[in-house]
């Protein structure tokens, strides 16, 4: 990629932004960025993150490496010595972010802001965004070109929507959001009374609320409540394409992966995961710390921590259609299956 | 969530509306609103729309219930009694829909309207919408903020498009239409010949025709024909994130919940429902009053009304690799007992 | 639907474009557009691309049919013959489509482009664009209304976004790309560190490379690269709402039909046709020349080319029941029918 200019910081300031211990380097030295073990040059700080990478570990060209003590004896390098070097990555990561420099603040020309929008210190409001009624946004805040935010919502303070975001009226978002573009949050949920053979529109008059420090992915949907209100707790991650139906409740630190549709009124649970694809039915209550792995159908609720998964895995077509077809005579198979059984013991 | 000013009416004034008959309750008396039965304060509605709610009826403090007579018994508060609730609570949600004001009409200076552009009553177009020449909008059509229309579209009387809907050229959408945020009709349908070991597109040369009282959510995609027209029908619910591919046509009254996929010239009927993450294969027929449960994948046509179903439900993780394993022996499981009942009958 | 006016061209004309050779028509005759066999006109070509359709040629009252000269004896009109008449249909769509007209050049008053752009010849940029700071887009690129395009991000020459695209910045983009309405190109990918109970973000300091050729679908989303970059091949073709994680690379001439979504890491090689619904697990390698079919979901890396599947398909629901409920009890089912195996063998 094309960069925009991004910050450098010295060995020592890095050592004491994550509190790491720098051994065998020159403090004084500038790093411009972060890399892989493999791809970092003399400038770019690498990490060891896992026993998977310390194969490259050995052969390393990079200024520094961020990682536990008890892998500094095969490092070539200087070290930066942390107990979690995971999270020492992450927040290198951001230090070297070019796209999370402080918001400069002001209005754009170009954007549509009503006149009673209640807006925060250094509020940046990007080109043909629009911000109707009501509208509360606290300090720090960005909204990104084209966004469009509906009448009487409320953004926290520092959040962050990226260009062609769309709120819809009456959302509460919390604090430190990040919202990716493409996604919508607050459109109506999905429905309808069935009579005289044609459906009949429910207004959705619940509202979506957003905990602190929420992440929407990119083209992702929460749809706002029927009556009561759609609730995402605090520190809940959600990637993108994703799709959350009305009244769905999901607790704490929870993360959705790409792709994952959960049906209207499902309870999620704290510190859950649910992989790419899963898809959860309507009405269900997930407790906390179920994990659900990857394109998984979660039809009952689920009321014991764990990892639950459905499905079966890609094979070759030919052997596919072989046990495809078989699964549809699977009723029948253990039927025959109990009668020999039942014989084998007569006889 | 923080709500716009909503209307109020009196309890007369809801009973009129929804053809209801009021028992038991001060007809000047003003409600304000909807609510569940255990939410609603003595200036909400309630309702018992089927017998799961009926617990909460004895205690609830509603302004008044909406229910049938046969529940009346049981209900401590004023009564509007109608035979079909649910259908009743659509009515009185639409009422107290703070979004559904009328359009107050008129072209926001920001907006850029081409000058040939058809208009019919009332129309409103927002900040930093977009229609292109030859557009044609019916009486009271609202186009929301950043909306981009497509040269030639028309789009029928009453319809709304919220905020950041895009609509290709030459797309016929029918009156009454709701078209959710992020939501795109119209893009090329996906088509490619293979020659020389690389693709050369097609040109989507067909349109995108909805019908009158469709609906679209949030993020979802209507793709226009390769030559002729991808149709929609009337009354057909559409919710967020599905794909609608290239010469789909839908039967009248279907609903597609979140996250369907369907694929190339599949025929769906009328009274379809379809429920949510489902794929139909490309170039099926599926007949009238088919309905798929969630996340089953039909690559068959369907020639008889019915439930349909595939997949497997979740299990936790352990269980389901012991079964999953055993998917790919099938049909060696299914020879073999074949190959015991042969010898049990012979021996 | 409602079209603008598209061009016509001469059957003599026709046949030199395609390299076709003209059998009993009027050389100088004019065609107005491209049908079916059924729909066609005597102002229109229609088209047999195979023998499906064989049975509309006899009646076909097209202007002229292009074919392959083995199926001119059925033909009772002009033909146009030659060796790939899908091929011949696809060039000959893109003549007649008059979405596809040059660019006519210009930045539309209400754009909002950084002074330092870099604009090749011919560029076109649409009502409400944003195009920020360093960008550079080749000769004759066009950005539709209401793009939003990231600062540093280079645009090869003769792409086209749809209105409403998001590209975020510092994404690279080949020539001739063609992105549609709603898709996001370089939003965040889905990364966090797990520490003290709470999610930590890994800032994305990767881009988006895509090659020559991409054609992207609506509101589909390709992330940004947590340290390298997402690398999308040559001449790949994406469809509508898919979902590309960071760091994924897939290879020339892949094509990836509607609602695929591929996690962060997973490598998939040239050739491969992966199906509508598809889910790729992360950090898998996926040789060339694979196709997956649709819904399958791929968990472990493929190694040879050929046609990979998972899933079953849908049957009526209460037969479904029956099996999906043995389907857990399939490891019980393979242990008992191993156990009488042993019995029989015994006795």
Redesign the interface.
């Known amino acids: ?4 200019a991004s910050p450098d910081f010295t060995l020592a300031e890095l050592a004491e932004r994550l509190g790491a211990h720098l051994v065998g380097g020159d403090e004084a030295r500038r790093m411009t ?4 073990l493999k ?1 970092a040059g003399p400038d770019q700080v690498a990490f060891v993150a896992n026993r998977s990478y310390l194969k490259d570990l050995a052969t390393t060209r990079a200024g520094a490496v961020l990682l536990h003590s008890k892998h500094a004896d095969v490092c070539p390098v200087a070290r930066l010595e942390l107990d ?1 070097p ?2 020492g ?3 290198l ?2 230090l ?5 420099a402080p918001p400069q603040g002001g209005v ?1 020309p ?1 954007a ?1 802001v009503a006149d009673d929008v209640a807006m925060g210190d250094r509020v940046e409001i ?3 965004a ?1 911000v109707e009624a ?1 509208v509360e946004l606290g300090d720090d805040v960005v909204i ?3 966004c ?1 935010i ?5 953004i926290g303070a520092e959040s962050r929507l ?3 975001v ?1 709120v ?5 978002i919390g604090k430190r959001a ?1 919202l ?5 949050i607050g ?2 949920g ?4 069935h ?1 005289g ?13 957003l905990g602190d ?1 929420v ?1 929407v ?5 929460i ?7 759609t609730v995402i707790g605090n ?1 809940v ?1 959600i ?5 959350i ?1 009305h009244n769905v409740r999901i607790g704490d ?1 929870s ?1 959705l ?3 994952v ?1 959960i ?1 209207g009124s499902t309870r999620v649970g704290r ?1 859950c995961m649910l992989g ?2 899963v ?1 959860l ?1 309507g009405h269900l209550t997930i407790c906390d710390g179920v994990q ?9 609720s ?1 009321h ?1 921590p ?12 030919a ?13 029948d ?2 039927r ?2 109990v009668r ?2 039942k ?2 013991q007569e006889g």
Chains 1, 2, 3 share one sequence.
């Open positions: 990629m094309t960069h925009p960025g972060l890399a892989t791809e979690n995971y999270l990555y992450a927040q990561s951001r070297f972010d070019p796209s999370l754009h170009t549509v990007g080109p043909n629009v009501g990104g070109a084209g469009v509906g009448a009487h919502t409320c990226h260009p062609n769309t819809s009226y009456g959302v509460v990040i990716h573009s493409g996604c919508v459109a109506d999905f429905g309808f009374a009579d053979g044609r459906w009949h529109k429910i207004a959705q008059l619940g509202g979506v609320v420090d992440e992915g990119s083209c992702s949907s749809d706002r409540g029927a009556l009561d209100d520190d991650k990637d993108s394409q994703v799709q139906a630190h993360a992966a790409g792709c549709g049906a510190n790419g694809g898809g039915s659900v792995t990857g394109m998984s159908l979660v039809t009952n689920i014991e764990g990892v639950y998964s459905s499905g079966t895995g890609a094979m070759p077509n052997q596919w259609r072989r046990n495809a077809v078989r699964f549809k005579q699977l009723d198979i253990a025959r299956l020999l059984e014989r084998d």
